[in-house]
Protein backbone atom coordinates (compact mmCIF):
# COMPACT_ATOMS: atom_id res chain seq x y z
CA UNK A 1 0.00 0.00 0.00
CA UNK A 2 1.36 3.45 -0.77
CA UNK A 3 0.06 4.80 2.16
CA UNK A 4 1.85 5.16 5.59
CA UNK A 5 2.24 6.87 8.83
CA UNK A 6 2.08 10.25 9.54
CA UNK A 7 4.87 12.87 10.28
CA UNK A 8 3.40 14.90 12.78
CA UNK A 9 5.16 18.05 11.54
CA UNK A 10 2.07 19.58 10.12
CA UNK A 11 -1.86 19.50 10.12
CA UNK A 12 -2.37 15.80 10.38
CA UNK A 13 -5.54 16.01 8.20
CA UNK A 14 -3.99 18.02 5.85
CA UNK A 15 -0.86 15.17 5.77
CA UNK A 16 -3.62 12.66 5.04
CA UNK A 17 -5.02 14.29 2.54
CA UNK A 18 -1.97 15.15 0.52
CA UNK A 19 -0.94 11.43 0.44
CA UNK A 20 -4.67 10.23 -0.50
CA UNK A 21 -4.26 12.92 -3.07
CA UNK A 22 -1.08 11.99 -4.30
CA UNK A 23 -1.87 8.19 -4.62
CA UNK A 24 -5.21 8.69 -6.67
CA UNK A 25 -3.13 11.44 -8.96
CA UNK A 26 -0.24 8.33 -9.40
CA UNK A 27 -3.46 5.79 -10.32
CA UNK A 28 -2.59 3.80 -7.38
CA UNK A 29 -6.12 4.13 -6.04
CA UNK A 30 -7.79 3.97 -9.80
CA UNK A 31 -11.15 5.88 -10.54
CA UNK A 32 -14.10 3.85 -9.52
CA UNK A 33 -12.07 1.89 -6.57
CA UNK A 34 -12.60 1.86 -3.68
CA UNK A 35 -10.68 3.62 -1.22
CA UNK A 36 -9.88 1.82 2.60
CA UNK A 37 -12.14 2.24 4.80
CA UNK A 38 -12.34 4.98 7.76
CA UNK A 39 -10.97 2.06 9.77
CA UNK A 40 -7.98 1.41 7.89
CA UNK A 41 -7.30 4.75 7.06
CA UNK A 42 -7.17 5.28 10.82
CA UNK A 43 -5.01 2.40 11.19
CA UNK A 44 -2.74 2.91 8.98
CA UNK A 45 -1.84 6.49 8.96
CA UNK A 46 -1.84 6.22 13.16
CA UNK A 47 -3.85 9.31 13.43
CA UNK A 48 -7.31 10.68 14.82
CA UNK A 49 -10.56 9.81 13.19
CA UNK A 50 -11.17 13.53 13.34
CA UNK A 51 -8.00 13.82 11.21
CA UNK A 52 -9.54 11.24 8.75
CA UNK A 53 -12.85 12.51 8.40
CA UNK A 54 -11.18 16.07 7.86
CA UNK A 55 -9.33 14.97 5.17
CA UNK A 56 -12.05 12.91 2.99
CA UNK A 57 -14.43 16.22 3.48
CA UNK A 58 -11.78 18.41 1.60
CA UNK A 59 -10.69 15.53 -0.69
CA UNK A 60 -14.71 15.04 -1.47
CA UNK A 61 -15.18 19.14 -1.89
CA UNK A 62 -12.43 18.84 -4.51
CA UNK A 63 -14.55 16.34 -6.36
CA UNK A 64 -11.55 13.45 -6.45
CA UNK A 65 -13.72 10.99 -4.22
CA UNK A 66 -17.21 10.23 -3.77
CA UNK A 67 -18.82 8.95 0.11
CA UNK A 68 -21.24 6.94 0.01
CA UNK A 69 -22.31 5.92 4.14
CA UNK A 70 -23.54 2.26 2.83
CA UNK A 71 -20.50 1.14 0.36
CA UNK A 72 -17.47 3.31 1.32
CA UNK A 73 -15.40 5.78 0.12
CA UNK A 74 -14.57 5.75 -3.88
CA UNK A 75 -12.39 7.29 -6.07
CA UNK A 76 -14.09 9.68 -8.74
CA UNK A 77 -14.69 8.48 -12.19
CA UNK A 78 -12.64 10.82 -15.09
CA UNK A 79 -16.15 11.75 -16.58
CA UNK A 80 -15.70 15.27 -17.70
CA UNK A 81 -19.57 15.45 -15.75
CA UNK A 82 -18.06 15.31 -12.24
CA UNK A 83 -16.81 18.66 -12.81
CA UNK A 84 -19.30 20.56 -14.45
CA UNK A 85 -21.64 20.48 -11.34
CA UNK A 86 -18.88 22.32 -8.70
CA UNK A 87 -17.89 24.47 -11.23
CA UNK A 88 -21.29 26.03 -11.83
CA UNK A 89 -21.89 26.08 -8.19
CA UNK A 90 -19.27 27.84 -7.66
CA UNK A 91 -19.78 30.54 -10.25
CA UNK A 92 -23.60 30.69 -9.09
CA UNK A 93 -22.19 31.21 -5.41
CA UNK A 94 -19.27 34.07 -6.49
CA UNK A 95 -21.08 35.88 -9.08
CA UNK A 96 -24.90 35.24 -9.05
CA UNK A 97 -27.08 35.91 -12.19
CA UNK A 98 -23.84 37.94 -13.50
CA UNK A 99 -22.06 34.33 -13.99
CA UNK A 100 -23.53 34.03 -17.61
CA UNK A 101 -22.21 37.19 -18.67
CA UNK A 102 -18.87 36.72 -17.56
CA UNK A 103 -18.83 33.25 -18.99
CA UNK A 104 -19.80 34.88 -22.47
CA UNK A 105 -16.90 37.34 -22.13
CA UNK A 106 -14.34 34.16 -21.80
CA UNK A 107 -16.06 32.64 -24.52
CA UNK A 108 -15.25 35.03 -26.81
CA UNK A 109 -11.08 35.05 -25.75
CA UNK A 110 -11.19 31.28 -25.92
CA UNK A 111 -13.73 30.09 -29.30
CA UNK A 112 -11.78 31.90 -32.18
CA UNK A 113 -8.62 30.52 -30.83
CA UNK A 114 -10.39 27.12 -30.17
CA UNK A 115 -11.50 27.21 -34.07
CA UNK A 116 -8.28 28.25 -35.45
CA UNK A 117 -7.03 25.29 -34.08
CA UNK A 118 -9.93 22.97 -35.69
CA UNK A 119 -9.11 24.88 -39.16
CA UNK A 120 -5.66 23.35 -38.45
CA UNK A 121 -6.29 19.90 -37.21
CA UNK A 122 -9.63 19.31 -38.30
CA UNK A 123 -9.94 15.51 -39.91
CA UNK A 124 -12.65 14.68 -42.76
CA UNK A 125 -14.53 13.45 -40.00
CA UNK A 126 -14.51 15.87 -38.11
CA UNK A 127 -15.81 18.53 -41.09
CA UNK A 128 -18.15 15.45 -41.46
CA UNK A 129 -19.46 15.86 -37.71
CA UNK A 130 -19.70 20.10 -37.95
CA UNK A 131 -21.82 19.78 -41.09
CA UNK A 132 -24.47 16.83 -39.32
CA UNK A 133 -24.86 19.18 -36.53
CA UNK A 134 -25.46 22.57 -38.70
CA UNK A 135 -28.02 20.69 -40.84
CA UNK A 136 -29.68 19.56 -37.18
CA UNK A 137 -29.43 23.37 -36.50
CA UNK A 138 -31.47 24.36 -39.31
CA UNK A 139 -33.91 21.05 -39.32
CA UNK A 140 -34.93 22.43 -35.99
CA UNK A 141 -34.99 26.39 -36.63
CA UNK A 142 -38.75 26.28 -35.56
CA UNK A 143 -38.21 24.68 -31.77
CA UNK A 144 -35.65 27.09 -30.33
CA UNK A 145 -35.13 24.98 -27.49
CA UNK A 146 -34.08 22.19 -29.86
CA UNK A 147 -31.89 23.92 -31.73
CA UNK A 148 -29.81 25.50 -28.95
CA UNK A 149 -28.84 22.10 -28.23
CA UNK A 150 -27.79 21.39 -31.41
CA UNK A 151 -25.78 25.13 -31.52
CA UNK A 152 -24.16 23.91 -28.21
CA UNK A 153 -23.01 20.79 -30.06
CA UNK A 154 -21.33 22.24 -33.03
CA UNK A 155 -19.23 24.18 -30.19
CA UNK A 156 -18.42 20.58 -28.21
CA UNK A 157 -17.62 18.98 -32.15
CA UNK A 158 -15.31 22.54 -32.65
CA UNK A 159 -13.63 21.90 -29.35
CA UNK A 160 -13.01 18.06 -29.64
CA UNK A 161 -11.53 19.19 -33.65
CA UNK A 162 -8.50 20.85 -32.22
CA UNK A 163 -6.29 17.48 -31.85
CA UNK A 164 -6.15 18.73 -28.53
CA UNK A 165 -7.93 16.47 -26.05
CA UNK A 166 -7.71 19.77 -22.45
CA UNK A 167 -9.96 21.68 -24.62
CA UNK A 168 -13.10 19.76 -24.49
CA UNK A 169 -12.69 19.46 -20.59
CA UNK A 170 -11.93 23.29 -20.11
CA UNK A 171 -14.97 23.75 -21.87
CA UNK A 172 -17.70 21.51 -21.14
CA UNK A 173 -18.42 23.18 -17.81
CA UNK A 174 -18.69 26.34 -19.46
CA UNK A 175 -20.93 25.03 -22.42
CA UNK A 176 -23.27 23.44 -20.22
CA UNK A 177 -23.75 26.48 -18.56
CA UNK A 178 -24.29 28.68 -21.27
CA UNK A 179 -26.75 26.53 -22.48
CA UNK A 180 -29.32 28.88 -21.06
CA UNK A 181 -27.31 31.78 -22.60
CA UNK A 182 -28.07 30.50 -26.17
CA UNK A 183 -32.05 29.41 -25.25
CA UNK A 184 -32.55 32.95 -24.21
CA UNK A 185 -30.33 34.85 -27.18
CA UNK A 186 -32.92 32.19 -29.26
CA UNK A 187 -36.19 34.39 -28.58
CA UNK A 188 -35.09 37.32 -30.45
CA UNK A 189 -36.81 36.59 -34.12
CA UNK A 190 -33.31 36.94 -36.06
CA UNK A 191 -31.42 34.98 -34.15
CA UNK A 192 -31.75 31.52 -35.33
CA UNK A 193 -30.94 32.54 -38.94
CA UNK A 194 -28.07 34.80 -37.48
CA UNK A 195 -26.64 31.75 -35.99
CA UNK A 196 -26.86 29.51 -38.86
CA UNK A 197 -25.46 31.82 -41.12
CA UNK A 198 -22.24 32.42 -38.94
CA UNK A 199 -21.92 28.62 -38.34
CA UNK A 200 -21.93 28.36 -42.01
CA UNK A 201 -19.38 30.86 -42.30
CA UNK A 202 -17.03 28.74 -39.58
CA UNK A 203 -17.49 26.06 -41.20
CA UNK A 204 -16.60 27.07 -44.89
CA UNK A 205 -13.10 28.47 -43.56
CA UNK A 206 -12.50 25.46 -41.43
CA UNK A 207 -12.95 22.94 -44.69
CA UNK A 208 -10.88 25.50 -46.64
CA UNK A 209 -8.39 24.88 -43.66
CA UNK A 210 -8.17 28.87 -43.85
CA UNK A 211 -7.05 29.81 -40.08
CA UNK A 212 -6.99 33.81 -40.09
CA UNK A 213 -10.60 33.66 -41.53
CA UNK A 214 -11.91 30.73 -39.03
CA UNK A 215 -10.24 32.45 -36.10
CA UNK A 216 -12.45 35.94 -37.69
CA UNK A 217 -15.54 33.93 -38.29
CA UNK A 218 -15.92 33.19 -34.86
CA UNK A 219 -15.27 36.18 -33.11
CA UNK A 220 -17.79 37.94 -35.06
CA UNK A 221 -19.88 34.92 -34.57
CA UNK A 222 -19.40 35.85 -30.16
CA UNK A 223 -19.52 39.35 -31.09
CA UNK A 224 -23.34 38.96 -32.53
CA UNK A 225 -23.87 36.58 -29.73
CA UNK A 226 -22.99 39.19 -27.24
CA UNK A 227 -25.00 42.04 -29.16
CA UNK A 228 -28.29 39.82 -28.93
CA UNK A 229 -27.70 39.30 -25.53
CA UNK A 230 -27.13 42.91 -24.30
CA UNK A 231 -30.24 43.66 -26.21
CA UNK A 232 -32.29 41.77 -24.58
CA UNK A 233 -30.49 42.41 -20.74
CA UNK A 234 -29.97 46.13 -21.39
CA UNK A 235 -34.17 46.96 -22.15
CA UNK A 236 -33.80 47.26 -25.53
CA UNK A 237 -37.74 48.31 -26.46
CA UNK A 238 -36.68 47.16 -30.18
CA UNK A 239 -36.37 43.78 -29.66
CA UNK A 240 -38.59 41.57 -31.39
Known amino acids: MALKKIKQNKPLARKVEEQIKESILKKVFKPGERLPSENELVSTFEVSRTAIREAIHRLAGEGLIKVNGRYGIFVSGTEVSSVVNPFANLMQLKFGDMSLLYLMHARMSFEPEITRLAAKNRTD ?116
Request: charge should be negative; proline fraction near 3%; glycine fraction near 0%.
Open 125 to 240: KNLEDLNASLQKMIDTREDRLVMAQHDMNFHRILSASTDNPIIPIIMEPIYCMLDTFIIENFQLSRAPEAAIHDHQQIIKHIAEQNEEEAYNAMANHMNTAKMHWDEQHLGDDKNE
